[in-house]
């Protein structure tokens, strides 16, 4: 196997070649089960249906990509962040943005409607910290804490930001499809810059499907509900010979993204007890918007 630069950085150039080290194909999901009359819908415009206050109903663009039978954590973080912001809406706190928002996963999360519940944890009038929980069938699948910012005019000192990544329009179209299954993946547009190596990797995101079926997600919301995908554009061992799924996602902004792109600066360590590390640099078209962090679970598949 060759092996390139890790350091690689962006150029404005186009995409290479996918490397050797990363399988051509992937295991293909199990489209049955998206059809068989369930919970998922096979509405087009949308990865979920708000059917009640905090209540959604996914749709087959929301199907995950270890599995062919739960969600994609990252339209999942799109609806919650979603409910979390129609909550600040409602309040005081809405003269607050989020600036940091953290994802427990608790377990798989099966293909079927959910409830978001959020609540404060500590009020207060320019720091405020929320709680939601994600549960389905009653059973509690992703806890969020997000804390919430006041605004001050900082501009005067802002700095110490990482390089842009070159503009999307300047890249060649890609695709994750060849290493990942699932209604997810199948659904982004993916403009990689250079060339990829096992472990490192810097990615365009976005998607023309809608995070709510008929309805006008917010710009924080959409770009959350892209932002898991990092652990997939940087692949460090093929997914049909080992499993690196992530447990938690932890997004810090030190300012609020615009726009339908999602750029990915991403760097995936494993280390030697099972353990990795997903580290993502998140910018937006004007730069970058903050970082994201994800703990792997790494084991071989039996």
Do not use: K
């Not at 998922?40 to 599995?67: E, N």
């Not at 810059?193 to 998607?207: F, L």
Request: a negative charge; one cysteine or more.
């Amino acid at each position: 196997m060759t092996r390139r630069n890790p350091d690689l950085l962006c150029s404005d150039g186009n995409r290479g070649e996918r490397i050797d080290a990363i399988s051509e194909t992937a295991v293909m999901v199990n489209r049955a089960f998206f059809d068989s009359g369930g919970f998922m819908t096979d509405h087009p415009a949308g990865y979920f249906q708000r059917i009640g206050a905090g209540r959604y109903r996914p749709t087959r663009h929301a199907g995950g990509a270890w599995s062919d039978n739960e969600l994609h954590m990252a339209p999942v973080a799109g609806a919650i962040a979603d409910a979390i912001e129609q909550f600040i809406g409602s309040r005081a706190s809405r003269s607050m943005t989020v600036a940091r928002l953290s994802f427990d996963i608790l377990g798989m999360l099966p293909a079927t409607e959910f409830d978001v519940d959020v609540r404060v944890i500590r009020r207060g009038r320019t720091i405020e910290l929320l709680e939601a929980i994600m549960a389905s069938d009653g059973r509690p699948a992703v806890v969020t804490r997000a804390w919430l910012l006041a605004h001050y005019d900082t501009s005067e000192v802002a700095g110490g930001q990482a390089h842009r990544l070159p503009h999307p329009d300047t890249l060649t179209v890609g695709h994750l499809t060849g290493d990942w299954p699932g209604g997810y993946i199948s659904s982004l547009d993916v403009r990689y810059c250079g060339e990829p190596s096992p472990g490192r990797g810097q990615a365009w995101v976005s998607t023309d499907i809608d995070l709510i079926d008929g309805q006008q997600a917010s710009d924080l919301a959409r770009f959350v509900g892209l932002v898991d995908t990092a652990n997939g554009v940087a692949v460090r061992q093929s997914p049909t010979n080992w499993i690196f799924p992530n447990v938690d996602l932890t997004i810090h902004l030190h300012r609020q993204p615009r726009g339908r792109w999602v750029g990915l600066d991403t760097s995936v360590t494993f280390g030697s007890e099972g353990h990795g590390l997903t580290s993502t640099i998140l910018h937006d078209l004007n730069g970058p918007v903050g970082m994201a962090e994800q703990i792997l679970t790494v084991r071989p598949r039996s």
